[in-house]
T-cell receptor, first 115, second 112 residues
Framework: NAGVMQNPRHLVRRRGQEARLRCSPM?????VYWYRQLPEEGLKFMVY????????ESGMPKERFSAEFPKEGPSILRIQQVVRGDSAAYFC?????????????FGSGTQLSVL | GENVEQHPSTLSVQEGDSAVIKCTYS??????FPWYKQELGKRPQLIID?????GEKKDQRIAVTLNKTAKHFSLHITETQPEDSAVYFC???????????FGAGTRLTVKP
């Protein structure tokens, strides 16, 4: 079991470009969560998805940010027209199908740097 | 929603000493309290968790205590070793994982 896989590990974008972050959950997991981590801060919840459904996007900015988890393939966090304030580590976590109080397993994160 | 406060933000101890990190939470409905360890540049990893039906849980040198009445829980690391140096995050959540909220983290340094 390869665990939660995120890529790329590091992503550099210029202001105004688009950033696409990918997350493949652990085998058998169908629930995906995205978090943002700023330096010296905790993990801030952004969005929770199941296959083909966004369940809770209450932590995700309304503009420029979107997320999907298609039937086939990884979950994608998309940030359009990036700004310097988007620079952060973005972590994805997955949990088994039950989704309630199940242990979260994190990926290694994508460090986004906006120049 | 849930709000989690974590103290201290930094903690330095001598190898072999104990380390204690404390968290408080606001939502009395929270019933799941995990602790994560994050080494520099790496993923957060679950090290121990406790559910609201127990007051204490221990796993070798690590223990967690929970006081539901006071809405606080603590991580205790005994006989600390340099490899325990990392950032530790507490979290509190309810029935659904997307309700879980994290503390700001404690940077633990264990000096040899």
């Amino acid at each position: 079991n390869a665990g939660v896989m995120q890529n790329p590990r590091h992503l550099v974008r210029r202001r105004g470009q688009e950033a696409r972050l990918r997350c493949s959950p652990m085998k058998g997991h169908s629930h995906v969560y995205w978090y943002r981590q700023l330096p010296e801060e905790g993990l801030k919840f952004m969005v929770y998805l199941q296959k083909e459904n966004i369940i809770d996007e209450s932590g995700m900015p309304k503009e420029r940010f979107s997320a999907e988890f298609p039937k086939e393939g990884p979950s994608i966090l998309r940030i359009q027209q990036v700004v310097r304030g988007d620079s952060a580590a973005y972590f994805c976590a997955s949990s088994p199908p039950r989704g309630t109080n199940e242990k979260l397993f994190f990926g290694s994160g994508t460090q986004l740097s906006v120049l | 929603g849930e709000n989690v406060e974590q103290h201290p933000s930094t903690l330095s101890v001598q190898e072999g000493d104990s380390a204690v990190i404390k968290c408080t939470y606001s939502d009395s409905a929270s019933n799941y309290f995990p602790w994560y360890k994050q080494e520099l540049g790496k993923r957060p990893q679950l090290i121990i968790d406790i559910r609201s039906n127990v007051g204490e849980k221990k796993d070798q040198r690590i223990a967690v205590t929970l006081n539901k009445t006071a809405k606080h829980f603590s991580l205790h690391i005994t006989e600390t070793q340099p490899e325990d140096s990392a950032v530790y995050f507490c979290a509190a959540g309810g029935y659904n994982n997307n309700d879980m909220r994290f503390g700001a983290g404690t940077r633990l340094t264990v000096k040899p």
